[in-house]
């Protein structure tokens, strides 16, 4: 059989591209770190990669949830821990206030130190993380707590101390304006945040079992409605009795104001040591989303790894492809010399 010269240089011209065109794949995968560019070089892996990029977005997403709910835990620790300290230096000046021999000059002091208290705490309370009120419940329009005339506290609109609970844990208070009806306390739902444990529905409601709340409700926080007896069941509106007890102390009322201002005392007493529990609260809850978010970030690395290994460049065998691909390129160079024309492989050199 005869091989003409043109049948030679056909033949050499398409080995010299397939050795250039591996030449230049391996070094494309070496530059850019992916084995496969398209599904269609590794079906296979392809489908395995895309899958596993779905589920490390998916792990991306809960950690930063995550991430995020902590870092306003953190900041509610914080406030509340500055909320505590501030009861327990209105403890130590009640206790000073209370005594028989105060006079009614200082107690009038302590009482203006009292409305300043108030007015701190007040700012404490109305707090924002993120443009998100802490303790709004679901508000994130408006400041969720205000006072009424007479310096009691009001929460998204309502007093504090017409605010009562259900069995199952919702708050509620009694419409004047609606005949007394039951009605929910404005802007106080609650809010759950996905962080990768199964979020689960029940009709319309999220299983609390299956999602994080990162709301806080203002009833909560500081206590709400009133004793069986008529007193102040919240931390604020207790500590604005004492400050008008205070600032109304007179020589005639001595001895009843002394009496009034030791039970409150022991009132506010126990329920910051009452407050003081939900702080610890707090931390637990931040070190459990601590190990939640470790979870989720070794099984981002975990990800990440899976996805090197289906689609990413080994970059040992790469090197070695790239030495045989040019020791065959140059092979070929040196053997086109023998088999085509000189001018045509000086033009392809």
Avoid at 40 to 64: E, H, R, W
Avoid at 165 to 173: E, L, T, V
Avoid at 288 to 296: E, G, N, W, Y
Wanted: net charge negative.
């Amino acid at each position: 059989m005869r091989v003409t010269n043109r049948s030679t240089t056909r033949n050499y011209l398409k080995y010299i591209n397939n050795a250039l065109n591996k030449q230049q794949e391996t070094m494309d995968q070496i530059d850019s770190g992916y084995r496969v560019k398209s599904i269609s070089d590794d079906v296979a892996s392809g489908v395995q990669n895309m899958n596993t990029k779905a589920q490390l977005y998916k792990t991306n997403v809960y950690k930063s949830n995550v991430d995020s709910i902590n870092d306003s835990l953190s900041t509610v620790e914080s406030t509340m821990t500055e909320m505590h300290d501030l009861f327990t230096q209105l403890d130590t000046n009640l206790t000073k206030a209370s005594t028989e021999s105060t006079s009614t000059t200082s107690r009038k002091v302590y009482g203006q130190q009292f409305e300043s208290v108030k007015t701190e705490l007040l700012q404490l309370l109305n707090t924002q993380n993120n443009g998100k009120y802490l303790y709004g419940g679901s508000n994130n329009s408006s400041a969720p707590f205000t006072t009424d005339t007479d310096g009691n506290l009001v929460y998204n609109g309502i007093p504090v101390a017409d605010i009562q609970q259900r069995s199952d844990g919702s708050y509620y208070y009694l419409d004047q304006n609606n005949n007394n009806q039951p009605t929910d306390v404005p802007m106080n739902d609650k809010v759950y945040m996905d962080i990768g444990l199964g979020i689960r529905m029940t009709g319309s409601s999220v299983d609390p079992q299956t999602a994080f709340d990162v709301s806080y409700s203002g009833p909560d926080i500081l206590g709400f409605g009133t004793t069986s007896s008529g007193q102040q069941n919240n931390l604020f509106n207790v500590i604005n009795q004492i400050t008008k007890v205070l600032n109304n102390a007179s020589d005639s009322t001595t001895t009843s104001d002394t009496a009034q201002l030791t039970d409150l005392g022991k009132q506010l007493k126990t329920m910051s040591d009452s407050f003081l529990t939900q702080i610890t609260d707090i931390g637990a809850k931040s070190k459990f989303l601590t190990t939640i978010s470790d979870r989720l970030e070794d099984t981002a690395d975990t990800l990440d790894k899976k996805m090197s290994s289906l689609v990413g460049t080994d970059s040992s065998q790469a090197a070695i492809d790239q030495a045989t691909n040019t020791a065959v390129v140059n092979a070929l160079y040196r053997m086109g010399s023998s088999v085509i024309p000189t001018s045509l492989m000086d033009f392809l050199k």
